[in-house]
């Protein structure tokens, strides 16, 4: 019998635009999904960009205006991979428009946004998903479990560093990113936001945080394009603007089950391109993650015989570990775009069943409320609580 299909409009088309696409195109190949994902439309602003780009993702069609996507009664999802400072709008329009809305995260710039886009999906009763990525890694969901097991016994540390160094250089331009009124903030929502998903996902609720954030280069080139590939657009010599947003980002927080993390997001970490890391103690054990050996996961388990007690390294690559039975043979490894199909293939599977996809806007606004009150402690140079 065939399957049901799910019918979907992707609004952007650079760097999420082509992770999301590839995974709608690969996702069926690996998983065996009780829906058919259907990519109908590709949605971008330049109608020459967007035939070239639908022609090379894989989409059926193409529109130059989200609003022409939610006049299509043949569409399901809208997944919105834009900067920030289009989400809000255009994932209420498309819940009003009785779709069921997939964002990038940080959801929205502000807290504010971030709410009302909770509850325009609530209020439609569509379904929601955000894109936090990293629970998806194998090794990740495999921590998870663990920690659920108990193998980590009480959780007294997380430890959280996520270390970039593209925009290092004095000269390179004003991009998208280093633009508040597009991109909300800095490393704070960009990389932060993956951070908090992360510790909210294996440890729980933040209850306070103190946070210290900084801009270390204070003006820059304006950029020659709209691109905000990193490291790809151009200064316009001579021309300088205001950076307003953080170059790094710092916090201690209070997680309501009594355990203590430090998060930090920089783009100032020479040398490190896209080192998203963190080590949990526990009263049993430790575990360390690195987004650069995705793969593998470090274990400390207190319960070994003395003697023989010592990290070990174990591969998330088994059948029996999250998501691998769909890929490969044990040791064959998978990568970052792998996260994003993993993603999209619980996403699927939780609206043909009728369940809202996890994370959800719940966690994209729950996120959120941690990102603001490290923005309000920062300001007052205070413990704020959430
Ligand atoms: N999950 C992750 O790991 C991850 C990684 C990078 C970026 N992101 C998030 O993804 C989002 C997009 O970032 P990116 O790196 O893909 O940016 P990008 O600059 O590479 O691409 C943005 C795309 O949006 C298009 N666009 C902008 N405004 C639009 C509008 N109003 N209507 C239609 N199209 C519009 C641009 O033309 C471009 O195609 C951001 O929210 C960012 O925080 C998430």
């Known amino acids: ?21 590839n995974a709608y195109r690969q996702v069926a190949k690996f998983f065996d999904l009780p829906v058919e994902p259907v990519m109908k439309t590709l949605c971008g602003r330049n109608e020459e960009r967007v035939r070239a780009a639908a022609e090379h993702l894989g989409w059926q069609g193409y529109a130059t205006d989200y609003r022409q996507v939610l006049d299509d009664p043949e569409i399901d999802i809208v997944d919105i991979a ?17 779709k069921h809305v997939f964002c990038e995260k940080p959801i929205g710039n502000t807290l504010d946004e971030a709410r009302r886009m909770l509850e325009a999906v609530k209020a439609a009763g569509v379904k929601h998903a955000v894109f936090h990525n990293y629970r998806k890694a194998p090794a990740v969901a495999l921590i998870k479990r663990m920690i659920d097991e108990g193998r980590l016994g009480t959780i007294y540390h997380w430890r959280a560093v996520y270390l970039q160094d593209w925009i290092i250089d004095p000269n390179f331009p004003l991009v998208w990113r280093l633009d508040k009124e597009v991109a909300g903030s800095g490393s704070h929502g960009d990389l932060g936001a993956h951070l908090i998903d992360l510790a909210r996902f294996l440890v729980g609720e933040i209850e306070e945080v103190s946070g210290l954030m900084h801009t270390f280069i204070k003006k820059r080139p304006r950029s020659a394009g709209a691109d905000g590939k990193l490291g790809a657009a151009g200064a316009v010599e001579g021309e300088l603007a205001d ?39 526990g009263s049993k054990g430790s575990v360390v993650w690195c987004m650069e050996r995705m793969n593998e996961l470090e274990f400390y388990d207190a319960t070994d015989p003395e003697g023989l007690q010592g990290f070990r390294t174990i591969q998330a690559t088994e059948n029996s570990h999250p998501y691998m039975e769909g890929y490969w043979p044990v040791g064959h490894i998978i990568g970052y775009e792998h996260t994003f199909i993993n993603l999209v293939a619980d996403a699927l599977r939780a609206i043909a069943e009728d369940r809202n996809p996890s994370p959800d806007f719940v966690d994209g606004y729950e996120n959120q409320r941690v990102l603001d009150a490290v923005e309000r402690s920062h300001d007052s140079k205070s413990w704020v609580a959430l």
């Open 243 to 281: 950076v307003t947003v953080d170059d790094a980002s710092l916090f201690l927080a209070r997680f309501r089950n009594g355990a203590l993390g430090t998060f930090e997001a920089t783009r100032f970490a020479q040398g490190r391109k896209n080192h998203n890391k963190f080590e949990i103690n």
């Open 82 to 98: 834009t900067p920030g400072s289009s989400h809000c709008e255009i994932a209420v329009a498309a819940a009003k428009a009785g």
């Open 1 to 21: 019998m065939a399957k049901k299909q799910l019918k979907i409009a992707l609004i952007g088309y650079q760097f999420m635009g082509k992770a999301h696409s």
